[in-house]
């Protein structure tokens, strides 16, 4: 016999189907409405105002809107599907990895690599850094347990001087310098933006010695068929992604959702900028705000 296929019960008694109708939508709209009240009454009432009438919001107070709405959509979510514990799980995988984020763009980024320059990094002896970090940090390096430790020993930077300088020269060996990036390519820490040339953005080692171009990949992602094996990336991976986005509509630009403008575009000039390959950068279509 074939085994029945299992029902997906949702939560507030609606059936999956209903997912799929006005009336079923409207329904769960209601659910959510009576969920926000519950959970924060004065958002609730500016989430109504603002869809009552959204031309009488400015884009930067649209933006901050959705911002403060999102997390109860999250909950909700979780909660329609009965996926509550894999979802606090998940927040809690979100907060645990918070220290790396926040280390690496005022630590690593913008204290340690500005104030050792690459030509001086590239003179420290990384291995012997290493030594000494992994020592600090209890024996074996890890980038999460650094992070905790750059926040913790800040609290009182006078009696952690010395340590925190060691940490300085361990990051921006790390980050500036060839040999450190490629040693922790695996990891987030040490990985500042680079700058992307869109003719070359599979980096490959070139030999010219025979008289002809042998080009050569530093890593191969393999492929079974036209399987994707290739197992991607981490949640700490995704979250550095995410944490790099710009939230540029506190500047009121927005360009993720209305796309790169040419400076001082009119009737002769096209108004969005063009990618290296011709095709405008009008933002997308339906106008979602990346950040």
Known sequence: MVASPPVLHLAFGLAFEALYSHPGLNRLDGEFTRALATADGPLAESFAAARANPAALATKEEAELLIAVAPHVDRFVAELFDIEGEWEALVAGH?????????????????????????AAARLDGDALFAKVAELLGGAFDELVFAERVLEWQADEPAHAESLATLEQFAAWAAHTEEG?????????????????????VP????????YSVHTLHHIRRREGF??????????????????????????KDSCSKGLMEKGAGDDKPPFKKSPFGVPLAGCPLEERIS
């Open 181 to 201: 990036r490629w040693r922790f390519r695996g990891g987030v820490l040490f990985k500042p933006p680079q700058r992307v040339d869109p003719m070359h953005l």
């Open 204 to 211: 490959v080692q070139t030999d010219t010695s025979r008289g």
């Open 95 to 119: 907060h645990r990895l918070a220290p790396l984020f926040r280390v690496k763009r005022k630590f690593v980024q913008r204290r340690a690599m500005l104030k050792i320059k690459a030509d």
């Open 227 to 252: 399987a994707l094996t290739d197992p991607g990336t981490n949640l700490a991976g995704a979250l550095d992604e995410a944490n790099y986005c710009i939230w540029c509509h506190e500047q009121e």
